[in-house]
């Protein structure tokens, strides 16, 4: 099969059989209308999920960690580098604040630091031409003050558990409540904002919309959380003078880069899937293979949410449970990756004009108007709505070499 797309235009182009979908599609390596890879034999791999190419950035695999293309899907292309960049300088910035024992600027660059990164996407993709602001400010709104309530109405026992140790002195009942209810009702309080906007029935429904509205609303609350419970600290003074340099690595690594991470992923999980609007014109199979697993994103969420915190009561070393925390963060990405994949493959695309040319922002070939890149297999929906629009109205132009005067 060829790699290279048939030129598109106005008149005829010829026609393949999509092995997949049924369809006849312009030729190329991938399906420009349900995005199954050509050029890949079938069996051995799920065909149905095409694990080797992301669909909102397609030189990626699926089960391959890339935070900028996870956590912002519908970035261009060449905004991702620059994104690389500030994520390794909020990392720098954490270090460089923890090592002089300087707690005020690391509570604040913990809580806040990933959500400013977050509102600056919001700007580079186009969310606030697409989406009404009333829903944004609504999720927003929500998680922060959600936080702010959940920290104050737990404040005193997740204080307490911080100084027991799992199985010493304390009941069973404890370890239920402190260990499990309590970051498990976080991780249902933290989605709620999602819920809430969900349930103002918005007009246009796709799954990265979704995305944003679940990030944005459990970013919020992670980060309300965090500075209701630490503010207390904020009052001894800018200089952690008694507090080991060690003790404040970990607790930028764990507030300033596992907490937020997870909660973003785990958040924008449970918002692709109350945007999902599935096609009709796939196989049944895969339909439903795609619908078993935003079931399954629920247990992710349990499963995270559960485990930090039998992490915060266990007597664990600090670099061990810095360890575990990075492990959880690890797996939601992962399942926030497939989650997003399954998602632009299956979901309702908005109505393109496949006899019409049009630039892919991911590979910048010229290919069909449909919902995937001939060429490269990115899915329209990875790219803005307002991106969409401005390239069906300024679509190139085949010319004819044979047409031009002497």
Avoid at 179 to 185: N, V
Avoid at 189 to 194: G, N, R, Y
Avoid at 206 to 214: A, K, R
Wanted: net charge positive.
């Amino acid at each position: 099969m060829s790699a290279e797309p048939a030129p598109v235009g106005r008149d005829n182009v010829p026609t393949i059989r999509c092995p997949v979908c049924g369809k006849g599609v312009p030729p190329g390596a991938f399906c420009g209308s349900c995005g199954a890879d050509l050029c890949v034999q079938r069996g051995g791999r799920p065909a149905w999920l095409r694990i080797r190419t992301y669909a909102a950035a397609t030189r990626e695999s699926v089960l391959r960690l890339w935070v900028v293309s996870s956590l912002f899907p519908r970035l261009p292309r060449r905004s991702r580098p620059a994104f690389r960049v500030a994520l390794v300088a909020l990392l720098v910035e954490l270090v460089a604040v923890a090592v002089p024992r300087w707690e005020v600027p690391l509570i604040a660059i913990s809580a806040l630091g990933l959500v400013a990164l977050f509102a600056i996407y919001l700007k580079h993709s186009d969310v606030f031409k697409d989406l009404p602001l009333g829903s944004l400010l609504l999720a927003a709104v929500a998680g922060v003050g959600l936080g702010v309530g959940w920290a104050l109405l737990t404040g005193t026992v997740v204080a307490r558990s911080y100084f027991v140790a799992l199985g010493a002195g304390m009941t069973e009942g404890q370890v239920l409540r402190e260990g499990l209810a309590i970051p498990l009702g976080g991780a249902v309080l933290m989605v709620l904002p999602a819920v809430l906007v969900r349930a103002s029935r918005p007009q246009v429904r796709e799954s990265l919309d979704g995305f944003v509205i679940g990030s944005l609303g459990a970013l919020c609350f992670s980060a309300a959380v965090s500075l209701t419970r630490l503010a207390p600290q904020m009052t001894t003074g800018p200089i952690a003078r008694a507090r080991p340099v060690a003790g404040l690595l970990v607790e930028a690594g764990i507030r300033g880069v596992a907490m937020p991470l997870t909660a973003a992923a785990v958040g924008g999980m449970v918002g692709a899937a109350l945007w999902f609007k599935r096609r009709t014109d796939t196989p049944q199979r895969h339909r439903s293979r795609a619908l078993t697993i935003f079931g399954l994103d629920f247990v992710v969420v349990l499963i995270a949410y559960g485990g930090l915190g039998l992490v915060d009561i266990a007597a664990l070393r600090q670099g061990v449970q810095l360890g575990l925390y990075l492990a959880i963060t690890v797996v939601a990405l992962l399942a926030l990756r497939i989650v997003l994949q399954a998602a632009l493959l299956y979901e309702e695309h908005d109505d393109g004009c496949p006899d019409e040319p049009v630039l892919c922002p991911e590979c910048e070939y010229v290919v069909a108007d449909m919902a995937f890149c001939a060429h490269c297999g990115m899915a329209a929906n990875a790219s803005s709505r307002t991106s969409r629009t401005w390239r069906r109205l300024a679509r190139p132009v085949l010319i004819d070499p044979t047409a031009a005067g002497p």
